[in-house]
């Protein structure tokens, strides 16, 4: 018996310690709560940043992710991908990005994702940059995100055409 009072309060004890570890990098708004919030980094040559993050829900109305504002460059879309004969390209979605009640959306690479556009300067590994998302429902809320590595993101998003972004460079 005292063994296992023992090990419930271990568990616990951990079980905060993850806690604390989880909200440290959370931005609650509304009903709503972002976590991880990641921008991929770039070459200094960059026109272009995809910015990744994980929308939960908790209440009980959906929500949308309409779009976003930032200092950093021109514009903040939000992108979904799509196959479109065999070839994956991203396009910004018109109404938003549906975040369901009680569900956890994951912005990622290879789905949808928040595009940044017409960078005003490069995203450099270990740096940090506030980014002001709206919501429909839920408004509008100051995240920051951290800078992630170059590395991994599946979708070439340089390399394929992309009018959506090119009609915004000059
Ligand atoms: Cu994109």
């Given at each position: 018996m005292i063994q296992r009072s023992f090990l419930l309060s271990l568990?616990?004890?951990f079980g905060l310690l993850a806690l604390a570890i989880a909200s440290a990098n959370e931005t609650k708004v509304g009903?709503?709560?972002?976590?991880?919030?990641?921008?991929r980094g770039t070459v200094k040559t960059?026109?272009?940043?995809a910015?990744?993050?994980t929308i939960k829900n908790t209440g009980a109305e959906a929500d949308r992710l309409l779009s976003g504002q930032v200092t950093f460059a021109d514009q903040v879309q939000v992108h979904e991908m799509k196959v479109t004969d065999g070839v994956m390209t991203m396009r910004p979605l018109g109404d938003g990005l549906l975040i369901p009640p009680g569900e956890a959306v994951m912005l990622k690479r290879?789905?949808?994702?928040?595009m940044f556009m017409k960078l005003a300067e490069p995203?450099?590994?270990?740096?940090?940059?506030?980014?002001?998302l709206q919501f429909e429902k839920a408004g509008s809320v100051e995240v920051m995100f951290s800078v992630g590595n170059l590395a991994g993101d599946?979708?070439?998003h340089t390399g394929h055409d992309h009018s959506d972004h090119s009609s915004h460079s000059d």
């Open positions: 568990t616990a004890a009903s709503l709560i972002i976590e991880q919030p990641t921008i960059a026109k272009v940043a910015g990744y993050l290879g789905a949808e994702h928040l995203m450099s590994e270990g740096e940090t940059r506030m980014v002001t599946p979708v070439d």
